[in-house]
C-alpha cells in the first residue's frame, strides 16, 4: 500500500527554529524498554511540557501510550534510531488505547506547531447526548497554525449523536481555509460521522484517505472519507470509503476546492458516490472521479453516482478536466454520472470527459460507460471520444495509457497545478484530463543511410521523438536497391521481422532506434571488394561467399 504514496523528502524546516529569536534546542527523547506503553507516554508528555517555544524534540521509535496535547512552537518528530541518526517511516507509535482523543491542539496558534512522522491510533470519542471534546476528530483534533505531517493515522473511531467532526483527522479553525493541516499522511480505517477519515477547514495536501467510514454504532452521516467546511483536498487519493448516509468519497460544504485528486471505489448508502457539492462556489479541477457508487434506492437519484451540485445558487461552481467514469447505482454503471441543478453556469463546466446533454428536472451532464460514444468539449460540442483506456483499472490503477483519447484534451489555462499525483510534471500545452498526466519519453532514430522508414504508418528521418509512456508500433524499413539491412536494435534488443515488419518494445524509457544497412554486391568485381566476401567454386559453379550468404557472378543471392 505504502508504494502508491509519492515519495517526498522529509525534514523539518529549520526557518521554523527560533522563530522567536529567543530560544531554539534539539531534545532527544528516548523510550525506555524497561517501562510500560503508559509509563512510557507519560515521560514524552513531561518532555514536550518542559520545552520551550522554537524547541525540537525527536522521539524514538516505540510505542507511547495516552493522551497528547501540542505545545504551540515545539515541533515533534518520530521514529528515531537509538542514536537519533535515522528514521523509520511510523515506527513511533501513539496511541490511546480506545481511551479518548490519541493527539489534540488545545486552542489556535499563531507559530506553526508540526508533529510529524508518528503512527497515531486508536482513539475513541463516544456521547449520546453531549457534545465530546470540541466535536472534534478522536485521532488528530487541529486548530489554526497546526499540522501532522507523514503520520499513519489508524483506527480511530468518534461516535456521536450529533455532528462528530472527522474520524482521523479534524480541524475546525475558521479562518485556516489556506492553512496545511495534514500533509503527506496515510489516513485509513477510522469512522466518525461527518468525515469518516477527515474533516477539516483547512487544506489536506497530498494524502492517502482510504477505508474509512461514517456507519459508527451511534449516528451514521455523510462524507466517507472527507468532509471539508471551507477546505482544500489537493493531490490526494480518496479510495475504499463507505458512508453509512450520503457521499462515499468528499462532502464539500462551503467554499472548497478539490484539485488533482484520485476519487476512486467508494460507496454511499444514500446519494452521492464521489463528490458531493452541498453548497455554491466550490471547483473540482483536474480529477479522476471513477467507480463509486450509491445504493439508494430512489432511482431519480441515479445520475448523482459521480458527481453531485446540489446547492440552491451558483456563485461560480467550476468543474473543469475531470474525468468522471464508471460511477454506479446499485451496482449499475450510469450514462449519467454528473448532475448540475438548472440555474448553474454552463460555462464553469469545461472540458470534462462527459456525454450527452439532457434537461430533464435541469441539466444533467453524463458520460457514456461504452467503448465508443462521445463526449462534450469547452464549448459544449460533442465530440468523437472512446473509454479513458485506464491502465488496470480492476486492480485500481487508473492512470491512463498512450491510447487514451484524455490525452491533451484538458484546458491548460484552468490547470491549477504544475504536478500531477505521480509527481510528474504536467504539459503545459496539452494537459491530460484527470488526475494523471501521462509521461513522455523519447524515441531517438539514429542517422542511416540507403533506407525509408516507416513507422507507426508515418515515415521518419532521423532524429528525437517526443512519444507517450508504453508507445509501441511497428515499423517497416525498405532498403535502396542494391542494399539490404544488416540489423535493427531498439537499445539492448535486437529487433526481428516478421513478414518484414518490426515490432518495437515499449517505450518505457529513452530508447535509441538503430538501422544498420550494407550494400549488396551486383558483381564479381562488387563481390572482390566487398568486406567478407571469397570466392568459390562449387559443383564446377563460381560462386561468392559474404556474410554466411551465397551469391551468383551476377550478385544475385543464391
Known amino acids: 500500500m505504502f508504494s502508491i504514496m509519492k515519495k517526498s523528502l522529509f525534514f523539518l524546516a529549520l526557518g521554523l527554529l527560533g522563530a522567536t529569536g529567543i530560544h531554539a534546542a534539539t531534545i ?6 524497561g517501562k510500560t506503553a503508559a509509563e512510557n507516554g507519560d515521560a514524552l508528555k513531561a518532555t514536550i511540557s518542559g520545552a520551550s517555544s522554537g524547541d525540537v524534540i525527536k522521539v524514538q521509535a516505540g510505542t507511547y501510550q495516552g493522551n497528547f496535547s501540542m505545545k504551540e ?5 518520530g521514529g528515531w534510531n537509538e542514536g537519533f541518526t535515522s528514521q523509520t517511516d511510523y515506527a513511533t507509535v501513539l496511541d490511546a488505547n480506545a481511551d ?4 489534540e491542539q488545545p486552542s489556535n496558534f499563531t507559530t506553526w506547531t508540526i508533529w510529524s512522522n508518528f503512527t497515531i491510533q486508536n482513539g475513541n470519542l463516544k456521547a449520546i447526548s453531549a457534545t465530546p471534546a470540541n466535536g472534534l476528530s478522536s485521532g488528530v483534533a487541529l486548530g489554526k497554525k497546526g499540522q501532522v505531517k507523514h503520520c499513519l493515522i489508524q483506527n480511530n473511531t468518534f461516535a456521536y ?9 479534524g480541524n475546525d479553525a475558521v479562518d485556516a481555509a489556506t492553512d496545511v493541516c495534514a500533509e503527506d499522511c496515510i489516513i485509513r480505517n477510522n469512522c466518525g460521522t461527518h468525515g469518516g477519515g477527515v474533516r477539516v477547514r483547512g487544506t489536506v495536501l497530498n494524502c492517502i484517505i482510504e477505508n474509512n467510514n461514517t456507519n459508527n454504532s451511534i449516528k451514521t452521516g455523510p462524507g466517507g472519507g472527507v468532509h471539508l467546511q471551507s477546505g482544500r483536498l489537493v493531490g490526494c487519493i480518496v479510495k475504499g470509503n463507505y458512508s453509512g448516509g450520503d457521499t462515499g468519497g468528499v462532502r464539500l460544504f462551503g467554499k472548497c476546492q478539490v484539485i488533482n485528486c484520485l476519487i476512486a471505489d467508494n460507496t454511499a448508502t444514500g ?12 471547483d473540482v479541477i483536474g480529477c479522476t472521479i471513477v467507480n463509486n457508487d450509491q445504493l439508494i434506492n430512489d432511482a431519480s437519484h441515479n445520475s448523482k453516482c459521480g458527481i453531485s451540485c446540489g446547492a440552491t445558487s451558483d456563485n461560480g461552481t467550476k468543474l473543469a478536466n475531470n474525468i468522471v467514469w464508471g460511477n454506479k447505482h446499485n451496482g449499475v454503471a450510469q450514462n449519467t454520472q454528473i448532475y448540475y441543478i438548472s440555474h448553474y453556469a454552463a460555462a464553469n463546466r469545461v472540458y470534462n470527459a462527459i456525454a450527452h446533454q439532457n434537461t430533464t428536472n435541469g441539466i444533467k451532464l453524463s458520460m457514456s460507460n461504452d467503448e465508443d460514444d462521445t463526449y462534450l468539449d469547452g464549448d459544449q460540442n460533442e465530440q468523437t471520444g472512446r473509454a479513458p483506456h485506464f491502465a488496470d483499472p480492476a486492480n485500481g490503477d487508473y492512470r491512463l495509457t498512450w491510447q487514451s483519447p484524455m ?3 484538458a484546458n491548460s489555462s484552468i490547470a491549477v497545478v504544475t504536478k500531477d499525483l505521480d509527481g510528474n510534471n504536467r504539459n503545459i500545452e496539452g494537459v491530460d484530463l484527470g488526475a494523471y498526466e501521462l509521461p513522455y519519453y523519447t524515441l531517438t532514430i539514429a542517422a542511416f543511410d540507403h533506407a525509408t522508414l516507416t513507422v507507426g504508418g508515418e515515415t521518419k528521418t532521423a532524429g528525437d521523438y517526443p512519444l507517450p509512456k508504453g508507445y509501441t508500433t511497428t515499423a517497416t524499413i525498405e532498403p ?23 515490432t518495437l518494445p515499449a517505450l518505457l ?21 566487398a568486406v567478407k566476401a571469397v570466392k568459390v567454386i562449387r559443383n564446377g559453379q563460381l560462386l561468392i561467399l559474404r556474410d554466411g550468404k551465397e551469391f551468383n557472378v551476377l550478385g544475385s543471392q543464391l
Do not use: F, W
Not at 100 to 103: A, E, Q, S, Y
Open 28 to 33: 532527544n527523547h528516548a523510550y525506555d524498554s
Open 73 to 77: 512552537g515545539v515541533n515533534v518528530s
Open 100 to 103: 479518548g482523543r490519541v493527539l
Open 161 to 169: 449523536n450529533g455532528n462528530c467532526m472527522g474520524g482521523g483527522v
Open 271 to 282: 446519494k452521492v458516490g464521489g463528490i458531493g457539492i452541498e453548497s455554491a462556489n466550490s
Open 407 to 409: 490525452l491533451g484534451r
Open 480 to 502: 535502396d536497391e542494391n542494399y539490404s539491412i544488416t540489423s535493427v536494435t531498439c537499445d539492448d534488443a535486437i529487433l526481428t521481422p516478421e513478414a518484414g515488419i518490426y
Open 509 to 529: 524509457t529513452d530508447m535509441t532506434l538503430t538501422i544498420t544497412v550494407q550494400s549488396t554486391p551486383t558483381s564479381i568485381d562488387d563481390a572482390n571488394t
